[in-house]
């Protein structure tokens, strides 16, 4: 056992729940969000240093079920553990943050009077009818009608539908140009490829060939059998076939790189040719009839790809969540009115409250005890947020515990782990991400510009959207000019891979990445966005001093969970995945994150959620 809860104080201490200070509503909070001040110095000091406090104040609560972590998977748990006993049952989620959510995170703004939204993290929901049946009926228990939600989206609202016309802004030595059309459709030799690729500032030659590779002209591996040509796309750099086989330069391979990077966090230096082909990068019809075959079979150039968004991206579904699992805490009763639900974070940590929501709240010891419960030691640290009370370092017990933070933590939580299981729960790294959201005083710049979305290769931020154009119930959201609106801005971090050391991982890129993330501060990110944003459309009217609002960076330093990759991860035996064995439960303690799935989607942190659920039950 760990020596960590003999130190807790006998006297238990009185007043353990948080009192927040009237009016606390984070989602207003702009600057520096995410992994923002206070919500990661204690957990460094865990994990780098092996620091906790020596003693903690016992608060002589005892639980049914702790869970730490307060996101999509976390809030899932407490759910299902809630409805699966009878509904009567106390639990206590304790999160880091200064918001509930985890990723999914809401920037909430009031621009001229109006209500205005993003996405900070977790952004939607993809093809739900592939879901799980416990994911889809969680979602469905709590009010999502997935056909009206696709109905309240703007058609004009790029993220969600591949299909509409979106500017390619390509800065080179000689020009910064934007060149709208139909990239997706283009990429995969449909429509009128030739005419956008040839208003691209690139050299004739390089415009020739990707011509060429757009349209399929020629097979790029004809030398090779069928199965020669699998095993070269799933063991082959995306990069490398571009360069090797197709011909084209790093000027030309930053197209594509920006769009992977939305997915992966790193471009075609670390995905398989078949893992960008998969991803819906071009390159399907280059591999001669087949590929020709495949693509017409499988891709339609009007319906690439459908997403459902809420305004503040899956922040609505926490929201709904909370509001579940906490009756009284917000307004409303259905998915039509959650976007503009008041919610009284005083109502969190109620002493009524069956489900008790404590924020700013770092866990940092777990431990099965003798007796059968389980002690959670944590640390609070109110003072740094606004609220009444001081940092105070509470130890609470439960007959049961899920740990919904993320993996890579879960080792120092846990010191009485096996050796091995640390060693599963330490290979994923998780993605570092920044998510940014801008509030222009006039939207219409985007209508003078010709398009509501741009990805842009070679420039500090490679994606840019409006957020969601969404009408559902009171919230409207559209690109009017004369009124404000938000514009998200996304940058990966991860450098690209050192062609000196080919040892190095997307792992380690991930690291290096994180690194970055951590050492620029809100200063740099303005002054980039600023810069960018002045250049893109300075052309139409804009100045960035004048037409900026409001900024908000969302920096996430252990963002999306870590898949396996064609190029760095072996095909592990079923079950035998470090994912697989680094979620043992281990004692009365089980683990529901989207890194126990390696699947950094809304359906994996439920179906992790209902697992670690399903795991505590069967105890």
Not at 4 to 33: C, I
Request: glycine share 8%; proline share 5%.
């Amino acid at each position: 056992m760990s020596k960590v809860s003999g130190n807790a104080h006998n006297e238990s201490v009185k007043g353990s729940q948080q009192n927040l200070s009237e009016g606390y509503y984070p989602p207003l909070k702009d600057g520096m969000r995410g992994s923002h001040k206070g919500s990661f110095e204690v957990a460094h000091e865990l994990a780098w240093r092996g620091k906790r406090p020596r003693q903690f104040d016992d608060s002589g609560e005892e639980y049914d079920l702790v869970v730490v972590g307060a996101g999509i998977s976390g809030l899932a748990a407490a759910y299902f553990y809630q409805k699966q006993n009878g509904g009567n049952q106390k639990i206590l989620l304790l999160d880091n943050h200064d918001d509930f959510g985890g990723h999914a995170k809401r920037n909430e703004f009031n621009s001229q009077g109006k209500m205005l939204m993003g996405f900070g993290g977790s952004q939607n929901i993809e093809h739900p009818d592939s879901y799980s049946p416990v994911s889809r009926e969680l979602l469905e228990e709590l009010g999502i009608d997935f056909e009206k939600l696709t109905q309240a989206m703007d058609p004009e609202f790029a993220l969600a539908k591949m299909n509409t016309p979106f500017g390619m802004f390509l800065e080179t030595d000689r020009s910064a140009k934007t060149v709208t059309g139909d990239w997706f459709a283009a990429w995969h030799g449909f429509g009128d490829y030739k005419t956008l690729v040839n208003q691209l500032d690139l050299p004739a030659d390089e415009k020739n060939r990707l011509v060429s590779f757009y349209g399929g002209e020629k097979d790029y591996l004809e030398d090779l059998s069928i199965f020669d040509k699998f095993e070269y796309i799933k063991t082959t750099a995306y990069n490398d076939f571009l360069k090797d086989r197709v011909g084209l330069t790093n000027k030309a391979l930053s197209l594509f790189d920006t769009f992977l990077r939305a997915n992966d966090s790193v471009g075609g230096d670390c995905l398989s040719v078949l893992e960008a082909i998969m991803s819906g990068a071009p390159g399907l019809r280059s591999l001669g009839p087949l590929g020709h075959l495949g693509t017409d079979l499988a891709i339609d150039p009007t319906d690439f790809y459908e997403a459902k968004y809420f305004p503040d991206g899956n922040a609505s579904i926490a929201r709904l969540l909370v509001r579940k699992l906490i009756p009284g805490v917000a307004t409303g009763n259905s998915m039509f009115d959650i976007a503009t639900a008041k919610f009284d974070y005083c109502k969190l940590d109620h002493p009524d409250n069956l489900v008790k929501l404590r924020l700013n709240s770092t866990a940092v010891n777990v431990e099965n005890l003798s007796d059968g419960q389980v002690a959670i030691s944590y640390v609070d640290k109110t003072s740094s947020q606004g609220y009444e009370t001081p940092q105070r370092n509470i130890r609470v017990k439960a007959k049961h515990c899920i740990l919904a933070c993320y993996n890579g933590i879960i080792p120092h939580l846990c010191p009485d782990l096996p050796e091995e299981q640390k060693e599963h729960l330490k290979y994923g790294v998780k993605c570092p991400l920044v998510y940014i959201n801008v509030v222009l005083r006039d939207g219409g710049v985007l209508n003078r510009a010709g398009a509501k979305m741009f990805i842009c290769p070679n420039s500090h931020y490679d994606w840019i959207a409006t957020a969601p154009l969404i009408n559902l119930g009171d919230y409207s959201a559209n690109v009017v000019d004369g009124e404000p609106a938000v514009l998200f801005m996304s940058k990966t971090p991860p450098p690209q891979r050192d062609p000196t050391n080919p040892q190095q991982t997307a792992r380690d890129l991930f690291r290096l990445g994180r690194y970055e993330l951590y050492s620029t501060p809100f200063s740099e990110y303005e002054a980039k966005v600023k810069q960018q944003l002045n250049t893109m459309f300075g052309p139409y009217g804009f100045d960035a001093e004048r037409d900026l609002e409001a900024i908000t960076v969302n920096r996430w330093s252990h963002g999306y969970a870590y898949h396996y990759m064609d190029l760095f991860d072996p095909e592990w035996p079923p079950g035998e995945a470090p994912h697989e064995l680094g979620r043992k439960p281990f004692g009365n303690v089980t683990i529901a994150n989207s890194d126990s799935e390696a699947y950094a989607y809304v359906n994996g942190a439920i179906d992790a959620a209902w697992r670690s659920v399903k795991e505590q039950l069967l105890k």
